[in-house]
């Protein structure tokens, strides 16, 4: 298996991996989602992920940067969507895409990386709630117990509330 940056010529194969990894409608919603972030044009950028074996894409993960804070510079990415082929998942594939995004993400200066997911899983990544819960969604969440939170390079989370604000493609309430 290899991982690699994906690009807007995958789009379809990674709309096509959503599609099968998420039941029902929640296919739709994800994999527009995946689509519009492959188009992201911010700064930082988003660092969008595939897993291929033998030249199919099997699996997708995005990292995309958020702001908060009182003037909004701090710096921070969250991960969404991640989904991995129905045939292929159980082999550690959604695992290895989640563990080079937080390398590189590290190695980029990051200093935290949210997610909004099951404890149960990204909890084997450090993400953790009490990492997140100074840290305000930009929407009311279904399922409050899976925001959370890992702290990257050493740093700290903060103390005090602070709202983020996320890229375009993540601000729709629907989603949170």
Request: net charge negative; with cysteine.
């Amino acid at each position: 298996m290899k991982i690699g940056p994906a690009t807007a010529a995958a789009k379809h194969a990674v709309r096509d991996v959503l599609l099968a990894a998420f039941p029902g409608g929640e296919g739709e919603t994800v994999a527009k989602l995946a689509i519009e972030l492959l188009k992201d044009e911010s700064t930082p950028p988003t660092l969008s992920l595939v897993a291929e074996t033998e030249s199919a894409v099997v699996g997708y993960v995005a990292f995309s940067p958020v702001s908060f804070g009182p003037d909004e510079r701090a710096q921070g990415y969250i991960l969404a969507p991640l989904g991995v082929a129905p045939g292929h998942q159980k082999h550690r594939i959604g695992s290895r895409l989640v563990e080079s995004g937080k390398q590189q993400l590290t190695k980029m200066g990051a200093a935290i990386l949210f997610v909004y997911g099951d404890p149960g899983y990204y909890g084997r990544f450090g993400f953790t709630a009490e990492a997140a819960a100074p840290y305000i969604p930009p929407y009311p969440l279904q399922y409050p117990f899976g925001w959370q939170a890992v702290v990257l390079n050493g740093g700290s989370a903060g103390s005090s509330p602070a709202r983020i604000a996320c890229v375009p493609a993540l601000c729709d309430p629907e989603l949170w």
